[in-house]
């Protein structure tokens, strides 16, 4: 994705959320509050400045109709809730966007490591959040099935901050027995699961001797001795592990192939035009941070309908130069923003 491209695309779509006839209300509003006219003074990307950081209160808050772009008026959507992880979950209203980002990922995807027309287990959170629907979509997209068990982070979390391991404990063998018996019975060939349900899956089974070709994870923040530690004592060096950085506001990041040579240091790429990913100076915003210093992750979102500028991630990493796949800027070893200075309460997922 050269330059010239995402700034197409971003001008695309401010003409399409600030158009009258297509358009977001609570964009079109803004602007006119504002006085500012993003039709005639946003250039290219360069100009996301112009834009505040995104006040996710507005997610919580807000009327779904302010939210729906006019070009979609007539169209039912989904409500999708992040996590929660940082106070009130936010919802974001989705069409077909969800289905689009998950799509996308699958090209990303080995054939070898998650056999086309191979079924799939997903062990994660279902409910309002929206993976439930895209793992099953990657999986159909795929040619595949996709079979499921539930887990209920917030619960995971109250547990978690009440003290209360041996209710932890119990709740994860809960969920690890089903996903044993499903493991059991059916011929899975792919697995979507978090760090720590791969790490409690693999103390029951061989994983790689299961059958399962490719692991798919996400949820949590995952170290260099992390990774290292699944890669090869949890799945042996045997099954192929894709580590991936997304969630609602965004959908996900793909990653650079996991390598010892890399120290096992995990960068993504976001799924650029659609949604881009910089890493700024939290004491200074309006700047990114050098190469290979932390800084905080901002995220921008474009689709059509979506838009989403400059919004402050609760995430910190590593600013990475591009490579070859991905010719723009990734992040690396991202963890929760402010976790070397307090405790936070992430959970399974």
């Not at 997903?122 to 595949?144: D, K, Q, S, V, Y």
């Not at 539930?150 to 209710?167: E, F, H, N, T």
């Not at 890399?262 to 890493?279: C, D, E, F, I, M």
């Amino acid at each position: 994705m050269h330059r010239e491209e995402l700034d197409r695309h971003f001008l695309e779509m401010v003409r399409w959320h600030f158009d009258p006839k297509t358009g977001t209300p609570y964009w079109i509003d803004w602007a006119q509050s504002t006085g500012f006219d993003p039709l005639e003074s946003v250039q290219s990307f360069d100009d996301i400045h112009v834009f505040p950081h995104f006040n996710d209160e507005i997610l919580r808050t807000r009327d779904h109709e302010a939210l729906i772009p006019r070009a979609f008026l007539d169209r039912p959507f989904h409500v999708f809730e992040t996590g929660g992880t940082t106070g009130v979950p936010k919802q974001r209203l989705s069409w077909d966007d969800h289905e689009k980002d998950y799509e996308e990922f699958s090209r990303t995807l080995s054939d070898e490591s998650f056999p086309p027309s191979s079924a799939w287990l997903m062990i994660g959170p279902t409910g309002p959040r929206r993976l439930r629907l895209c793992i099953e979509h990657l999986a159909n997209f795929r040619g595949g099935i996709c079979y499921h068990v539930d887990l209920d982070p917030r619960w995971v979390k109250k547990l978690i901050q009440a003290g209360d391991s041996l209710g932890v404990r119990a709740y994860k063998t809960h969920v690890i027995d089903q996903a044993l018996a499903i493991l059991r019975t059916r011929n899975v060939r792919c697995l979507f699961t978090t760090p720590l349900l791969l790490e409690a899956l693999g103390e029951k089974i061989s994983i790689s001797r299961s059958g399962i070709r490719g692991v798919f994870c996400g949820g949590t923040t995952m170290t260099p001795q992390t990774v290292r530690f699944l890669v090869e004592e949890v799945l042996e060096n045997q099954v192929a592990f894709v580590p991936t950085y997304g969630n609602t506001l965004m959908g996900l990041a793909a990653s650079r192939p996991v390598r010892p040579e890399n120290g096992y240091s995990v960068t993504y790429h976001a799924p650029q035009p659609r949604a881009v990913l910089r890493v700024i100076d939290p004491e200074n915003p309006d700047h990114l941070v050098p190469y290979e210093t932390f800084g905080r992750v901002e995220l921008t979102t474009l689709t059509r309908e979506f838009f989403m500028p400059r919004f402050l991630e609760r995430d910190e990493a590593l600013r990475r130069e591009p490579c070859e796949d991905h010719p723009f800027d990734g992040v690396g070893d991202v963890r929760p923003f402010g976790s070397t200075t307090q405790s936070i309460v992430e959970g399974v997922y």
